[in-house]
Protein backbone atom coordinates (compact mmCIF):
# COMPACT_ATOMS: atom_id res chain seq x y z
CA UNK A 1 0.00 0.00 0.00
CA UNK A 2 1.06 3.24 -1.09
CA UNK A 3 2.25 5.55 1.81
CA UNK A 4 -0.15 8.45 2.42
CA UNK A 5 -0.78 11.49 4.63
CA UNK A 6 -3.25 10.22 7.34
CA UNK A 7 -5.63 12.91 6.30
CA UNK A 8 -6.06 11.99 2.50
CA UNK A 9 -5.72 8.80 3.15
CA UNK A 10 -8.87 8.17 5.57
CA UNK A 11 -10.84 10.50 2.96
CA UNK A 12 -9.84 8.11 0.57
CA UNK A 13 -10.53 4.89 2.16
CA UNK A 14 -13.69 6.30 2.67
CA UNK A 15 -14.38 7.54 -0.58
CA UNK A 16 -13.57 3.65 -1.86
CA UNK A 17 -16.18 1.91 0.46
CA UNK A 18 -18.92 4.78 -0.08
CA UNK A 19 -17.97 3.90 -3.87
CA UNK A 20 -18.19 0.47 -3.25
CA UNK A 21 -21.69 0.63 -1.37
CA UNK A 22 -23.28 2.23 -4.99
CA UNK A 23 -22.62 -1.22 -6.25
CA UNK A 24 -24.11 -3.35 -3.73
CA UNK A 25 -26.65 -1.03 -2.95
CA UNK A 26 -28.29 0.22 -6.30
CA UNK A 27 -28.80 -3.48 -7.57
CA UNK A 28 -31.53 -6.04 -7.98
CA UNK A 29 -30.49 -8.84 -5.96
CA UNK A 30 -33.66 -10.75 -6.13
CA UNK A 31 -32.89 -14.44 -7.24
CA UNK A 32 -36.08 -14.57 -8.92
CA UNK A 33 -35.82 -11.92 -11.51
CA UNK A 34 -34.45 -11.98 -14.82
CA UNK A 35 -32.59 -8.69 -13.89
CA UNK A 36 -30.56 -10.66 -10.67
CA UNK A 37 -27.43 -8.59 -10.28
CA UNK A 38 -27.99 -5.98 -12.45
CA UNK A 39 -27.00 -2.66 -11.42
CA UNK A 40 -28.24 1.00 -11.93
CA UNK A 41 -26.81 3.75 -14.23
CA UNK A 42 -27.63 6.64 -11.36
CA UNK A 43 -28.68 6.37 -8.18
CA UNK A 44 -31.75 9.15 -7.82
CA UNK A 45 -33.41 9.18 -11.47
CA UNK A 46 -34.55 6.09 -13.72
CA UNK A 47 -34.74 3.85 -11.03
CA UNK A 48 -35.45 0.68 -13.57
CA UNK A 49 -32.65 1.53 -15.86
CA UNK A 50 -29.33 -0.55 -15.70
CA UNK A 51 -26.10 0.14 -17.16
CA UNK A 52 -24.30 -2.73 -18.60
CA UNK A 53 -21.29 -0.64 -17.70
CA UNK A 54 -22.20 -0.51 -13.75
CA UNK A 55 -22.37 -4.11 -13.95
CA UNK A 56 -19.11 -4.27 -15.82
CA UNK A 57 -17.43 -2.19 -12.50
CA UNK A 58 -20.01 -4.07 -9.95
CA UNK A 59 -17.81 -7.18 -10.86
CA UNK A 60 -15.11 -5.33 -10.19
CA UNK A 61 -15.97 -4.03 -7.02
CA UNK A 62 -17.03 -7.49 -5.91
CA UNK A 63 -13.43 -8.66 -6.06
CA UNK A 64 -12.46 -5.31 -4.22
CA UNK A 65 -15.08 -6.15 -1.53
CA UNK A 66 -13.67 -9.68 -0.80
CA UNK A 67 -10.29 -8.27 -0.67
CA UNK A 68 -10.65 -5.62 2.26
CA UNK A 69 -13.36 -8.10 3.93
CA UNK A 70 -16.21 -6.05 3.52
CA UNK A 71 -17.90 -9.07 2.04
CA UNK A 72 -17.74 -12.13 2.37
CA UNK A 73 -15.61 -14.81 -0.26
CA UNK A 74 -18.56 -17.26 -0.66
CA UNK A 75 -21.29 -14.05 -1.27
CA UNK A 76 -19.19 -12.40 -3.42
CA UNK A 77 -18.79 -15.39 -5.65
CA UNK A 78 -22.43 -16.71 -5.99
CA UNK A 79 -22.94 -12.72 -6.82
CA UNK A 80 -20.92 -12.67 -9.20
CA UNK A 81 -21.87 -15.94 -10.94
CA UNK A 82 -25.74 -15.56 -10.91
CA UNK A 83 -24.47 -12.00 -12.46
CA UNK A 84 -23.52 -14.06 -15.51
CA UNK A 85 -26.21 -16.59 -15.48
CA UNK A 86 -27.94 -13.40 -15.98
CA UNK A 87 -25.59 -12.01 -19.12
CA UNK A 88 -25.95 -15.65 -20.23
CA UNK A 89 -29.73 -15.93 -20.47
CA UNK A 90 -31.50 -12.99 -20.06
CA UNK A 91 -29.42 -9.33 -20.93
CA UNK A 92 -30.57 -8.68 -24.36
CA UNK A 93 -28.45 -8.57 -27.79
CA UNK A 94 -26.69 -9.25 -30.60
CA UNK A 95 -23.66 -11.00 -31.71
CA UNK A 96 -22.28 -10.95 -28.23
CA UNK A 97 -22.71 -7.20 -27.65
CA UNK A 98 -25.54 -5.96 -25.08
CA UNK A 99 -27.61 -3.06 -25.12
CA UNK A 100 -26.23 0.06 -23.21
CA UNK A 101 -29.41 0.34 -20.90
CA UNK A 102 -31.56 -2.52 -20.05
CA UNK A 103 -34.26 -3.27 -17.96
CA UNK A 104 -33.49 -3.81 -14.30
CA UNK A 105 -35.93 -6.21 -13.87
CA UNK A 106 -36.38 -8.22 -17.31
CA UNK A 107 -32.42 -7.56 -19.16
CA UNK A 108 -34.55 -6.26 -21.99
CA UNK A 109 -33.14 -3.10 -23.82
CA UNK A 110 -34.39 0.31 -22.78
CA UNK A 111 -34.34 4.01 -23.97
CA UNK A 112 -34.55 2.26 -27.60
CA UNK A 113 -30.56 2.59 -26.53
CA UNK A 114 -27.80 1.22 -29.04
CA UNK A 115 -25.88 -2.14 -28.69
CA UNK A 116 -22.57 -0.70 -27.36
CA UNK A 117 -19.22 -2.07 -28.17
CA UNK A 118 -17.46 0.30 -25.34
CA UNK A 119 -20.33 -0.51 -22.66
CA UNK A 120 -20.01 -4.60 -23.76
CA UNK A 121 -16.05 -3.96 -23.55
CA UNK A 122 -16.19 -2.32 -20.23
CA UNK A 123 -18.60 -5.29 -19.13
CA UNK A 124 -16.57 -7.71 -20.00
CA UNK A 125 -13.39 -6.42 -18.59
CA UNK A 126 -15.39 -6.74 -15.47
CA UNK A 127 -16.46 -10.30 -15.82
CA UNK A 128 -12.79 -11.36 -16.91
CA UNK A 129 -11.24 -9.84 -13.70
CA UNK A 130 -13.89 -11.63 -11.63
CA UNK A 131 -13.15 -14.55 -13.15
CA UNK A 132 -9.35 -14.51 -13.01
CA UNK A 133 -10.00 -13.68 -9.06
CA UNK A 134 -12.57 -16.51 -8.00
CA UNK A 135 -11.93 -18.79 -11.05
CA UNK A 136 -13.91 -22.14 -11.70
CA UNK A 137 -17.49 -21.62 -12.91
CA UNK A 138 -17.00 -17.91 -13.07
CA UNK A 139 -13.78 -17.94 -15.24
CA UNK A 140 -15.56 -20.25 -17.68
CA UNK A 141 -18.97 -18.13 -18.02
CA UNK A 142 -17.20 -15.04 -18.65
CA UNK A 143 -14.91 -16.53 -21.04
CA UNK A 144 -17.92 -17.72 -22.90
CA UNK A 145 -19.38 -14.53 -23.17
CA UNK A 146 -16.20 -13.31 -24.11
CA UNK A 147 -16.23 -15.83 -26.81
CA UNK A 148 -19.64 -14.50 -28.42
CA UNK A 149 -18.36 -11.04 -28.70
CA UNK A 150 -18.07 -10.45 -32.89
CA UNK A 151 -15.75 -7.83 -33.18
CA UNK A 152 -15.69 -8.51 -36.61
CA UNK A 153 -19.03 -7.95 -37.04
CA UNK A 154 -18.67 -4.46 -35.78
CA UNK A 155 -15.71 -3.35 -38.48
CA UNK A 156 -16.14 -1.12 -41.03
CA UNK A 157 -13.98 -2.38 -43.56
CA UNK A 158 -14.06 0.62 -45.85
CA UNK A 159 -12.08 2.23 -43.60
CA UNK A 160 -10.86 -0.57 -40.45
CA UNK A 161 -12.46 1.38 -38.34
CA UNK A 162 -15.12 -0.27 -35.04
CA UNK A 163 -18.51 1.96 -35.38
CA UNK A 164 -19.61 3.69 -33.02
CA UNK A 165 -22.56 2.11 -32.29
CA UNK A 166 -25.59 0.28 -33.46
CA UNK A 167 -28.97 0.98 -33.38
CA UNK A 168 -31.46 -2.11 -35.23
CA UNK A 169 -33.51 0.96 -36.67
CA UNK A 170 -30.92 3.02 -38.30
CA UNK A 171 -27.88 0.25 -38.45
CA UNK A 172 -24.44 0.96 -37.83
CA UNK A 173 -23.46 4.82 -37.06
CA UNK A 174 -20.07 6.83 -36.18
CA UNK A 175 -16.57 5.55 -36.27
CA UNK A 176 -14.10 5.40 -33.56
CA UNK A 177 -11.84 7.33 -35.69
CA UNK A 178 -8.91 8.74 -33.09
CA UNK A 179 -7.92 7.95 -29.59
CA UNK A 180 -10.37 7.70 -26.91
CA UNK A 181 -11.19 5.10 -24.07
CA UNK A 182 -11.34 2.46 -26.73
CA UNK A 183 -7.91 0.41 -26.44
CA UNK A 184 -9.35 -2.25 -24.40
CA UNK A 185 -11.45 -3.19 -27.76
CA UNK A 186 -8.26 -3.91 -29.55
CA UNK A 187 -6.28 -5.58 -26.94
CA UNK A 188 -9.96 -8.07 -26.29
CA UNK A 189 -10.42 -7.89 -30.24
CA UNK A 190 -7.51 -9.40 -31.99
CA UNK A 191 -6.72 -12.31 -29.26
CA UNK A 192 -10.65 -13.21 -29.77
CA UNK A 193 -10.50 -17.43 -30.52
CA UNK A 194 -14.01 -16.96 -32.21
CA UNK A 195 -14.56 -13.58 -34.00
CA UNK A 196 -10.98 -12.12 -33.90
CA UNK A 197 -10.04 -8.49 -36.09
CA UNK A 198 -6.32 -8.20 -37.08
CA UNK A 199 -4.27 -6.17 -36.02
CA UNK A 200 -4.24 -3.34 -38.04
CA UNK A 201 -7.16 -2.11 -36.46
CA UNK A 202 -4.74 -0.43 -33.77
CA UNK A 203 -2.57 0.93 -36.36
CA UNK A 204 -5.70 2.39 -38.35
CA UNK A 205 -7.14 4.66 -35.87
CA UNK A 206 -5.65 8.52 -35.66
CA UNK A 207 -3.34 9.10 -33.09
CA UNK A 208 -2.89 13.12 -33.10
CA UNK A 209 -0.79 15.33 -31.10
CA UNK A 210 -1.14 18.56 -29.56
CA UNK A 211 0.98 20.24 -26.84
CA UNK A 212 -0.72 22.03 -23.62
CA UNK A 213 1.81 25.02 -22.45
CA UNK A 214 4.53 22.97 -21.60
CA UNK A 215 3.26 19.82 -21.73
CA UNK A 216 4.65 18.34 -25.23
CA UNK A 217 2.88 15.70 -27.31
CA UNK A 218 0.01 14.68 -26.08
CA UNK A 219 -2.03 12.06 -28.38
CA UNK A 220 -5.71 13.77 -27.21
CA UNK A 221 -8.98 12.67 -27.52
CA UNK A 222 -12.03 14.78 -29.48
CA UNK A 223 -13.30 16.67 -26.07
CA UNK A 224 -9.92 16.09 -23.86
CA UNK A 225 -12.35 14.35 -21.13
CA UNK A 226 -10.69 12.61 -18.78
CA UNK A 227 -12.81 9.45 -18.61
CA UNK A 228 -11.05 8.79 -22.12
CA UNK A 229 -7.70 8.82 -20.53
CA UNK A 230 -9.28 6.36 -17.73
CA UNK A 231 -11.27 3.74 -18.54
CA UNK A 232 -8.68 1.29 -20.53
CA UNK A 233 -6.22 2.45 -18.08
CA UNK A 234 -8.53 0.94 -15.45
CA UNK A 235 -8.32 -2.98 -16.21
CA UNK A 236 -4.87 -2.76 -18.28
CA UNK A 237 -2.28 -1.78 -16.54
CA UNK A 238 0.19 -0.13 -19.37
CA UNK A 239 3.05 1.15 -16.97
CA UNK A 240 6.15 0.44 -18.39
CA UNK A 241 5.08 -0.43 -21.89
CA UNK A 242 5.64 0.88 -24.88
CA UNK A 243 3.96 -0.34 -28.63
CA UNK A 244 5.66 -0.74 -32.05
CA UNK A 245 5.71 3.05 -32.38
CA UNK A 246 7.40 3.66 -29.02
CA UNK A 247 3.57 4.98 -27.70
CA UNK A 248 3.63 4.91 -23.88
CA UNK A 249 -0.45 5.20 -23.48
CA UNK A 250 0.24 5.38 -19.41
CA UNK A 251 2.79 8.64 -19.97
CA UNK A 252 0.28 9.85 -22.55
CA UNK A 253 -2.79 9.89 -19.58
CA UNK A 254 -0.57 11.57 -17.50
CA UNK A 255 0.42 14.45 -19.69
CA UNK A 256 -3.23 14.58 -20.38
CA UNK A 257 -4.45 14.51 -16.85
CA UNK A 258 -1.38 17.43 -16.21
CA UNK A 259 -2.75 18.75 -19.06
CA UNK A 260 -7.08 18.92 -18.12
CA UNK A 261 -5.67 20.65 -14.38
CA UNK A 262 -3.62 23.26 -15.66
CA UNK A 263 -6.44 24.02 -18.22
CA UNK A 264 -8.53 24.57 -14.91
CA UNK A 265 -5.33 26.48 -13.36
CA UNK A 266 -5.41 28.73 -16.61
CA UNK A 267 -9.19 29.23 -16.73
CA UNK A 268 -10.06 30.01 -13.40
CA UNK A 269 -10.59 33.48 -13.70
CA UNK A 270 -13.69 32.53 -16.12
CA UNK A 271 -15.04 30.00 -14.24
CA UNK A 272 -14.85 30.33 -9.84
CA UNK A 273 -15.26 26.84 -9.58
CA UNK A 274 -11.54 25.77 -10.87
CA UNK A 275 -8.26 26.04 -9.10
CA UNK A 276 -5.19 24.03 -8.70
CA UNK A 277 -7.17 21.54 -6.22
CA UNK A 278 -10.75 21.75 -8.35
CA UNK A 279 -10.02 19.87 -11.58
CA UNK A 280 -11.13 17.02 -13.39
CA UNK A 281 -13.25 17.86 -16.22
CA UNK A 282 -14.93 14.73 -17.52
CA UNK A 283 -18.35 13.54 -18.87
CA UNK A 284 -20.63 13.87 -15.80
CA UNK A 285 -24.14 15.50 -14.45
CA UNK A 286 -24.28 19.21 -14.64
CA UNK A 287 -27.05 22.12 -13.99
CA UNK A 288 -27.99 21.55 -17.41
CA UNK A 289 -28.14 17.70 -16.97
CA UNK A 290 -25.61 15.10 -17.71
CA UNK A 291 -23.02 16.23 -20.99
CA UNK A 292 -20.06 14.22 -22.09
CA UNK A 293 -18.80 17.95 -23.67
CA UNK A 294 -16.96 19.12 -20.16
CA UNK A 295 -13.17 19.15 -21.42
CA UNK A 296 -9.83 20.30 -21.63
CA UNK A 297 -7.36 21.24 -24.53
CA UNK A 298 -5.63 19.62 -26.16
CA UNK A 299 -8.57 18.35 -28.15
CA UNK A 300 -10.49 18.37 -31.69
CA UNK A 301 -10.89 21.78 -33.15
CA UNK A 302 -13.49 21.62 -35.20
CA UNK A 303 -15.57 19.73 -32.04
CA UNK A 304 -14.60 22.61 -29.03
CA UNK A 305 -15.80 21.73 -25.70
CA UNK A 306 -18.76 22.86 -23.89
CA UNK A 307 -18.09 24.04 -20.65
CA UNK A 308 -19.96 25.77 -18.02
CA UNK A 309 -18.08 25.77 -14.69
CA UNK A 310 -19.17 21.95 -13.96
CA UNK A 311 -16.46 19.41 -12.40
CA UNK A 312 -16.41 16.61 -11.52
CA UNK A 313 -14.59 14.41 -8.34
CA UNK A 314 -14.56 11.15 -10.74
CA UNK A 315 -12.32 13.35 -13.04
CA UNK A 316 -9.41 13.84 -10.19
CA UNK A 317 -10.23 10.37 -8.60
CA UNK A 318 -9.79 8.48 -11.75
CA UNK A 319 -6.69 9.64 -12.54
CA UNK A 320 -4.88 8.80 -9.17
CA UNK A 321 -2.64 6.40 -10.62
CA UNK A 322 -1.64 9.52 -12.73
CA UNK A 323 -1.48 12.48 -10.87
CA UNK A 324 -1.48 10.86 -7.24
CA UNK A 325 0.06 13.80 -5.30
CA UNK A 326 -2.30 16.34 -7.17
CA UNK A 327 -5.33 14.09 -6.85
CA UNK A 328 -4.62 13.67 -2.94
CA UNK A 329 -4.45 17.11 -2.80
CA UNK A 330 -7.71 17.64 -4.59
CA UNK A 331 -9.72 15.12 -2.44
CA UNK A 332 -9.16 16.54 0.40
CA UNK A 333 -9.86 19.95 -0.74
CA UNK A 334 -13.33 18.53 -1.90
CA UNK A 335 -13.89 16.70 1.54
CA UNK A 336 -12.98 20.05 3.92
CA UNK A 337 -14.70 22.90 1.61
CA UNK A 338 -17.68 21.23 0.43
CA UNK A 339 -20.23 19.28 2.56
CA UNK A 340 -22.86 18.93 -0.01
CA UNK A 341 -21.07 17.66 -2.46
CA UNK A 342 -20.40 14.72 -0.06
CA UNK A 343 -23.02 12.09 0.47
CA UNK A 344 -24.40 8.08 0.92
CA UNK A 345 -21.89 7.15 -2.12
CA UNK A 346 -19.12 9.72 -1.46
CA UNK A 347 -18.53 12.45 -3.40
CA UNK A 348 -21.37 13.41 -6.06
CA UNK A 349 -20.89 13.41 -9.30
CA UNK A 350 -20.36 16.94 -9.88
CA UNK A 351 -20.69 20.69 -8.62
CA UNK A 352 -20.56 23.98 -9.91
CA UNK A 353 -20.62 27.28 -8.12
CA UNK A 354 -20.53 29.83 -10.72
CA UNK A 355 -23.98 30.92 -10.19
CA UNK A 356 -25.63 33.35 -7.25
CA UNK A 357 -26.36 29.91 -5.07
CA UNK A 358 -23.83 26.44 -6.01
CA UNK A 359 -24.95 23.87 -7.44
CA UNK A 360 -24.34 19.97 -6.53
CA UNK A 361 -25.67 17.01 -8.16
CA UNK A 362 -27.99 15.02 -6.25
CA UNK A 363 -27.54 11.81 -8.21
CA UNK A 364 -24.13 9.23 -8.46
CA UNK A 365 -23.51 7.17 -11.59
CA UNK A 366 -22.32 3.84 -11.92
CA UNK A 367 -19.70 4.72 -13.99
CA UNK A 368 -18.12 7.75 -12.33
CA UNK A 369 -18.13 5.77 -8.87
CA UNK A 370 -16.78 2.49 -11.25
CA UNK A 371 -13.81 4.48 -12.22
CA UNK A 372 -13.03 5.91 -9.50
CA UNK A 373 -13.77 2.09 -7.12
CA UNK A 374 -11.21 0.45 -9.41
CA UNK A 375 -8.62 3.08 -9.86
CA UNK A 376 -8.27 4.39 -5.99
CA UNK A 377 -7.94 0.05 -5.47
CA UNK A 378 -5.14 0.09 -7.88
CA UNK A 379 -3.32 3.21 -6.41
CA UNK A 380 -3.47 1.08 -3.62
CA UNK A 381 -2.93 -2.55 -4.02
CA UNK A 382 -3.14 -3.07 -7.87
CA UNK A 383 -5.88 -5.48 -7.36
CA UNK A 384 -7.73 -4.91 -10.48
CA UNK A 385 -4.68 -4.56 -12.96
CA UNK A 386 -3.31 -7.71 -11.19
CA UNK A 387 -6.00 -10.32 -12.18
CA UNK A 388 -7.03 -8.73 -15.20
CA UNK A 389 -3.55 -8.78 -16.61
CA UNK A 390 -3.65 -12.54 -15.73
CA UNK A 391 -5.63 -13.83 -18.27
CA UNK A 392 -4.77 -15.41 -21.01
CA UNK A 393 -6.49 -13.36 -23.87
CA UNK A 394 -5.31 -9.92 -22.02
CA UNK A 395 -1.38 -11.51 -22.19
CA UNK A 396 -1.88 -12.45 -25.56
CA UNK A 397 -3.79 -9.70 -27.15
CA UNK A 398 -1.40 -6.95 -26.04
CA UNK A 399 1.50 -9.25 -27.46
CA UNK A 400 -0.22 -9.23 -30.91
CA UNK A 401 -0.37 -5.51 -30.84
CA UNK A 402 3.42 -4.73 -29.42
CA UNK A 403 2.35 -2.87 -26.30
CA UNK A 404 5.27 -4.92 -24.60
CA UNK A 405 7.53 -3.59 -21.65
CA UNK A 406 9.84 -3.79 -24.42
CA UNK A 407 10.26 -1.22 -27.62
CA UNK A 408 10.46 -3.60 -30.61
CA UNK A 409 10.79 -1.97 -34.13
CA UNK A 410 8.49 -3.56 -36.65
CA UNK A 411 11.32 -5.03 -39.07
CA UNK A 412 11.97 -7.20 -35.66
CA UNK A 413 8.96 -8.99 -34.47
CA UNK A 414 7.84 -9.23 -38.86
CA UNK A 415 11.40 -11.38 -38.19
CA UNK A 416 10.96 -12.96 -35.76
CA UNK A 417 7.41 -14.55 -36.70
Request: proline share 2%.
Amino acid sequence: MQLLKSTEHKILMKELKKSYKFFMKEINLDEHSKGYGLIRDKSEFAQEIASIASVGYGLAALVIGVQHNWIRYEEAFKRASKTLDTFLKNVEGTNGFFYHFINMKTGKREWNSELSIIDTGIFICGAITAGEYFGKEIKEKAEILYKKINWEWYRNTDNNYFYMGYIPEKGFWGAWDMYAEQLMLYVLGVSSPTFPIDESMYDAFLKKRKDYKKIKDIIYTYCGTLFTYQFSHAWIDFRGKKDLNGIDWYENSVKATKANRQYCIDNQEKYKTYNKNSWGLTACVGPKGYSGGYGAEPCEANLGIENDGTVAPAGAIGSIVFTPEETLNTIKYYYKKFPKLWGKYGFKDGFNIEGTKPWFSKEYIGIDKGIEIVMIENYLNGTIWKYFMKNKYVIDGLNRLGITKEKREKETLITKN
